[in-house]
């Protein structure tokens, strides 16, 4: 506060001069304009802090929380690039590989895995088909096209729904016919970043066959909003449960759907803010994207896992928030940070994990 008074006091006894009137007058100027940006901000951060107080606890029991761990750690398993070893890693996980598709450079499709687990005394199947994230200059080209395209009941990312298309098209249709859905116990569709993005599409892209509630899941790690306008009914998502998990400050799940003044506030310090204009990223279209209301959306956050109803997404889920915390929420969106933090949760002696590392 002292070294602000000096800095007045000098600028005001020299105001006579051109030279300080104008800096004198350009000081003040600047401090007139970010004021209300400032004010809004720490007001917004101040009503969330708020609203954070009143949100509960997840009720998930200890089975279900092992679960979740359990397909974290399958998700990550989706950054293999050898099929022998990740044959390998499933077989350690109780998953028997069933398919798998490698992203190659130059081919425009997303990586993605198959696997069952019979986990049941009558020989059930649970089958688990798994997205890798962002992981290639492929992956980054399906995270941009961000014009929505509709879709049965519901409008789309378009590059997600493209590359979901692209991937049933290239084999997991055929995996996931009528009658092996029928004799499935579950249908699991998995996935952290991009992947968790796929997993939601697959149940809103209206080529699954159809089955009873109860037959599919998605589950997502630190994945953007996929939805874009009105919110589809049970059916046009194919009845399925959706649960999305969103650490601490990630900023990937806040991108798509944030306020159109934050979107161009962060746009503008990027280096490629022209680059992203010229292909069609354009903040009014990716300002209006929302996540699936009817999903169970956990903020894993400060060690707890805190239920975060689907519609009121905005008003935790802020740009500024992952801004703030610097470069430092970059690394809050990798898969270990997910896997670590479900951990304390599934068991609460757990204090580290080692796996395999990933691009964020």
């Known amino acids: 506060m002292a070294h602000w008074m000096l800095v007045f006091a000098v600028v005001t006894a020299y105001g006579s001069s051109n030279l300080f009137s104008n800096f004198y007058q350009s000081a003040f100027d600047g401090l007139e304009a970010a004021l209300p940006v400032a004010t809004e901000v720490v007001g917004k951060k101040l009503q969330r802090h708020?609203?954070?107080s009143q949100l509960s606890g997840a009720s998930l029991d200890t089975p279900t929380w092992k679960e979740m761990l359990w397909q974290a750690r399958i998700s990550l398993l989706a950054y293999s690039m050898d099929k022998l070893q990740l044959s390998k890693d499933l077989d350690k996980h109780g998953c028997k590989l069933r398919r798998f598709v490698r992203q190659t450079p130059g081919v425009v499709r997303p990586q993605w895995f198959l696997c069952a687990a019979a986990r049941h005394a009558h020989g059930d199947e649970d089958l688990f088909v798994v997205f890798r994230g962002t992981h290639s200059v492929s992956d980054a080209l399906t995270d941009i096209r961000v014009e929505p395209m509709d879709v049965g009941a519901a409008s789309i990312h378009g590059g997600f729904l493209d590359a979901f298309?692209?991937?049933?098209?290239?084999?997991?249709?055929?995996?996931?016919?009528s009658g092996i859905i029928?004799?499935?116990?579950?249908?699991?569709?998995?996935?952290?970043s991009l992947g968790g993005a796929l997993a939601v599409t697959a149940l809103l892209a209206d080529v699954l066959p159809l089955a009873k509630p109860g037959k599919y899941f998605a589950t997502s790690f630190g994945a953007p909003a996929v939805l874009h306008g009105p919110q589809p009914l049970a059916a046009a998502r194919r009845h399925g449960t959706v649960r999305q998990f969103i650490f601490e400050n990630d900023?990937?799940?806040?991108?798509?759907?944030?306020?159109?003044?934050?979107l161009r506030a962060v746009l503008a310090l990027l280096p490629g803010e022209r680059a992203a204009k010229r292909i069609g990223f354009d903040a009014n279209v990716v300002g209006q994207y929302e996540h699936l209301h009817a999903a169970e959306i956990i903020w894993l956050r400060g060690g707890r896992g805190l239920l975060v109803p689907g519609d009121r997404c905005s008003d935790f889920f802020h740009l500024h928030d992952a801004v703030a915390g610097g470069a430092n929420t970059r690394f809050q969106h990798a898969m270990d940070r997910y896997i670590s933090s479900i951990a304390l949760l599934a068991e609460p002696r757990h204090r580290s994990i080692s796996s395999g590392g990933q691009d964020l």
Not at 165 to 177: F, M, R, S, T
């Open 50 to 52: 708020l609203l954070e």
């Open 251 to 262: 900023p990937v799940p806040r991108l798509l759907g944030n306020d159109l003044k934050g």
């Open 165 to 177: 298309i692209v991937a049933w098209e290239d084999g997991l249709g055929a995996e996931l016919c």
């Open 182 to 192: 029928s004799k499935a116990r579950s249908v699991n569709f998995l996935g952290h």
